[in-house]
Every structure is written in C-alpha cells, then in structure tokens.
C-alpha cells in the first residue's frame, strides 16, 4: 500500500484545511486508514480514522473540529479540520492499517504517508 498525502499549509488561527490522502496498491485490503499528527516536541497521536465499514474515531479533543471521510471509488480519505487553532500546528501523517489473522494474534500491517506540515498562525 501506497500513501500519498496532500493538502497542508498555512492557515490563519480559526481557518479551516483540507487533508487528503490517496491510497494504492492492496487497497480493498486496507481495515482502517486515517491522520496521525506529530507536533513539535510531541509525540505522534491519532487525530481520525475509518473503518472499512465506515465507522470513525476521533481524538477527543479534536472531533468538535475534525471530520474523516471517504471515498472508496477513488481510494481517498478526506480529512476536514476546522477551526484550527497554533496547537494544531504539526506534520499530519496518512495512515493505513492491514489486518490479518484472528483476533487473538491478528497480524498488523502498517502504511505510511509521507508528513504534510499544517502550520497554523496565531
């Protein structure tokens, strides 16, 4: 599986942004795909993703502002963040998860996309 991410920059503090990644390769065998983010001096956190059955999960403290959504004819997560704040600054990475095996000792493939940087300014 190959990511491609696209979509960061600079906004302004209270703008919005629009993340997009596209997926290729073994595509239908993705489980779950979403955004990470790694801001400065932090660690890496999720920030969304999608199951394969459309469900989502949000980090807490984003899913007022955050909004993760697919198209799966066009292998592309959509990543809508709205009213960004500095502390949203950071690298938003694209992620992929291919599960395989049972529960129980389920095998855990993982993809990345390469970082965009969102940068937000005060």
């Known amino acids: 599986v190959q990511l491609q991410a696209s979509g960061g920059g600079l906004v302004q503090f209270g703008g919005s942004l629009r993340l997009s990644c596209t997926a290729s390769?073994?595509?239908?065998?993705?489980?779950?795909i979403g955004w990470l983010r790694q801001r400065p001096g932090k660690q890496r956190e999720l920030v969304a993703s999608i199951r394969r059955d459309g469900s989502t999960s949000y980090e807490d403290s984003l899913k007022d502002r955050v909004t993760i959504s697919k198209d799966t004819a066009k292998d592309t997560v959509t990543l809508q963040m709205n009213s960004l704040k500095p502390e949203d600054t950071a690298v938003y990475y694209c992620?992929?998860?291919?599960?395989?095996?049972?529960?129980?000792?389920?095998?855990?493939?993982?993809?990345w996309g390469q970082g965009t940087l969102v940068t937000v300014s005060s």
């Open positions: 992620h992929a998860q291919i599960l395989v095996g049972p529960a129980e000792r389920v095998d855990r493939y993982e993809y």
């Open positions: 390769g073994r595509t239908s065998d993705i489980n779950v």
